[in-house]
């Protein structure tokens, strides 16, 4: 009887809300996927779905998800990636917060189940990310490349470097820890907001638990996008260098992409390095929405929208 009652206790314990913030796009078959499996763990559970102003032909597919314990909330303005995060967490009904990307699938029968052990106070778990191996063959082939050669890494790969391995497409955590840290909402749009929550999980001591249990990342945007996305991602960068300085010093140049410009700028090279960038810009541009698009080109177009934008 005292064996049945701790089993019971150590279930409740692991109720669980699976938090999903949407923007355009039809979160119907990661919706039902996730709730079979998390019925057939018996624990408790919610997927709390938060609408981020999408547009309306979405917005009606995925209001119209009625399944048991599913709940759907729709923002009439658009808030943002960090906002939302907080919003749902502040929504959410369990002690367990398991995050993930609308645009994404499950890559395994078994992926709910998989993060039931990690359900511990005090333990942040990162599942990672992997995309279809079949390469695309349209517009959506850089992000695809990016994602493949740039973002899959293996659990053992990523624990070399826990604390900077960390996406918000894929995480559990108890609610209480992120209550302590939450998004920083002034990096609004796109890009960096889980970046400085990686790094301020590791100024207050909170490491990074990795484990292999990918979502598939199917919601591919066009290099037009991508590429205009990690333009707003480069302003979010310089916004997080900021509140480095003020916040935590220690980590400033934390990234390959500041350092070198902090090189730079020792050797008195960013107005020549701004110059030859405004010059090449038009035809990088026009490389990374071709074929066979070079990811020391994309860097370099990164690198030059930070130097420009710092000048």
Same mark, same amino acid.
């Given at each position: 009887?005292?064996?049945?009652?701790?089993?019971?206790?150590?279930?409740?314990?692991?109720?669980?809300?699976?938090?999903?913030?949407?923007?355009?796009?039809?979160?119907?078959?990661?919706?039902?996927?996730?709730?079979?499996?998390?019925?057939?763990?018996?624990?408790?559970?919610?997927?709390?779905?938060?609408?981020?102003?999408?547009?309306?032909?979405?917005?009606?597919?995925?209001?119209?998800?009625?399944?048991?314990?599913?709940?759907?909330?729709?923002?009439?303005?658009?808030?943002?990636?960090?906002?939302?995060?907080?919003?749902?967490?502040?929504?959410?009904?369990?002690?367990? !917060?398991?995050?993930?990307?609308?645009? #994404? *699938?499950?890559?395994?029968?078994?992926?709910? @189940? /998989?993060? $039931?052990?990690?359900?511990?106070?005090?333990?942040?778990?990162?599942?990672?990310?992997?995309?279809?191996?079949?390469?695309?063959?349209?517009?959506?082939?850089?992000?695809?490349?990016?994602?493949?050669?740039?973002?899959?890494?293996?659990?053992?790969?990523?624990?070399?470097?826990?604390?900077?391995?960390?996406?918000?497409?894929?995480?559990?955590?108890?609610?209480?820890?992120?209550?302590?840290?939450?998004?920083?909402?002034?990096?609004?749009?796109?890009?960096?907001?889980?970046?400085?929550?990686?790094?301020?999980?590791?100024?207050?001591?909170?490491?990074?638990?990795?484990?292999?249990?990918? !979502?598939?990342?199917?919601?591919?945007? #066009? *290099?037009?996008?991508?590429?205009?996305?990690? @333009? /707003?991602? $480069?302003?979010?960068?310089?916004?997080?260098?900021?509140?480095?300085?003020?916040?935590?010093?220690?980590?400033?140049?934390?990234?390959?992409?500041?350092?070198?410009?902090?090189?730079?700028?020792?050797?008195?090279?960013?107005?020549?390095?701004?110059?030859?960038?405004?010059?090449?810009?038009?035809?990088?541009?026009?490389?990374?929405?071709?074929?066979?698009?070079?990811?020391?080109?994309?860097?370099?177009?990164?690198?030059?929208?930070?130097?420009?934008?710092?000048?």
């Amino acid at each position: 009887m005292q064996r049945y009652t701790k089993k019971k206790e150590q279930k409740n314990k692991t109720m669980l809300s699976i938090c999903i913030p949407i923007y355009n796009y039809d979160v119907s078959l990661l919706v039902r996927d996730l709730h079979l499996q998390a019925g057939k763990t018996g624990r408790p559970f919610e997927i709390l779905l938060m609408d981020d102003a999408s547009d309306e032909a979405f917005e009606k597919k995925n209001r119209a998800l009625a399944l048991d314990n599913v709940r759907y909330i729709q923002l009439d303005k658009n808030i943002g990636r960090a906002k939302i995060r907080n919003r749902l967490a502040g929504e959410a009904r369990y002690p367990y !917060l398991l995050f993930m990307d609308c645009d #994404s *699938a499950v890559s395994s029968d078994l992926y709910i @189940e /998989n993060y $039931i052990p990690h359900c511990e106070p005090q333990i942040v778990c990162y599942g990672g990310r992997k995309y279809a191996d079949k390469k695309p063959d349209d517009a959506t082939y850089l992000r695809w490349k990016y994602g493949v050669e740039r973002e899959c890494f293996p659990a053992a790969e990523r624990r070399k470097n826990p604390d900077l391995g960390f996406c918000t497409n894929n995480f559990l955590i108890h609610r209480p820890l992120f209550e302590k840290v939450k998004f920083d909402e002034s990096l609004d749009g796109y890009g960096h907001e889980d970046t400085f929550f990686g790094l301020e999980l590791q100024a207050k001591c909170i490491h990074i638990r990795h484990i292999d249990n990918p !979502l598939i990342h199917i919601g591919l945007e #066009s *290099a037009a996008i991508f590429i205009e996305k990690t @333009e /707003n991602g $480069i302003i979010n960068l310089q916004r997080m260098e900021k509140l480095l300085a003020v916040q935590y010093p220690e980590h400033l140049g934390h990234s390959r992409l500041t350092r070198t410009k902090l090189r730079l700028q020792k050797l008195h090279l960013i107005k020549p390095a701004a110059w030859l960038f405004k010059l090449a810009r038009k035809a990088m541009k026009k490389h990374l929405s071709g074929k066979n698009p070079s990811l020391r080109i994309f860097d370099l177009y990164k690198l030059g929208l930070l130097v420009t934008s710092s000048q």
